[in-house]
């Protein structure tokens, strides 16, 4: 078994008067993600993770925020179009783990559903799809609300071909 790792990180702005997309779910939230697409961070930091353990780049290379037909894009098409790559490349994901920086909102109840349309597109089971959340005890960017992060680590395994 040919196993790599991958790793993404993203950052997004959280401003008022956007939708507050994460993890492929729509969040009740009085501030949103500002970006090209819908922002939502988690699903670009698990895109980046893909690419990376692939070495196919980054997100940025394949969905440029130059594409104007990428604008407002819903990000769940761009983790669908990462995980096509990197099958291409005869890989498929073992598991994913990945952590949410924010001060506010609280999204522990939100979890099972980002796990759930997170699996979907990946053909995974949901514990195969890790979602943890952490603030900064109110220090920095994130403890000011200002933004929020998400890290994402992801195993894949490339099935030897039997000549
Ligand atoms: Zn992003």
């Known amino acids: 078994m040919n196993c790599r790792i991958g790793f993404g990180i993203d950052f997004h702005q959280l401003v008022e008067d956007r939708e ?3 993890g492929g779910i729509l969040i009740p939230h009085t ?3 500002l ?3 819908d922002a939502d961070v988690l699903l670009h930091a698990i895109c980046d993770a893909m690419l990376g353990a692939a070495c196919l780049g980054d997100i940025g290379v394949h969905f440029p925020d130059t594409d104007a037909s990428l604008k407002n894009i819903d990000s769940k098409i761009l ?3 990462s995980f096509e790559l990197i099958q291409k490349e005869g890989y498929s994901i073992v ?3 990945s952590t949410l920086c924010l001060q506010s909102p ?5 979890v099972p559903a980002m796990q759930s349309v997170i699996a979907g597109i990946l053909s995974l089971p949901a514990n195969a799809v890790s979602i ?6 109110k220090m920095g ?3 000011r609300e200002e933004g929020l992060v998400a890290y994402a680590s992801i195993l894949l395994e490339k099935m030897s071909t039997i000549s």
């Not at 609280?106 to 939100?110: G, L, M, P, R």
């Not at 943890?132 to 005890?137: M, W």
């Open 31 to 33: 501030k949103g993600a």
């Open 35 to 37: 970006g090209h697409s």
């Open 141 to 143: 960017f994130v403890g």
């Open 79 to 81: 983790l669908k179009k």
């Open 95 to 97: 598991n994913i783990d």
């Open 20 to 22: 507050f997309w994460l």
């Open 132 to 137: 943890k959340a952490t603030t900064t005890e």
């Open 106 to 110: 609280k999204i522990k109840d939100h």
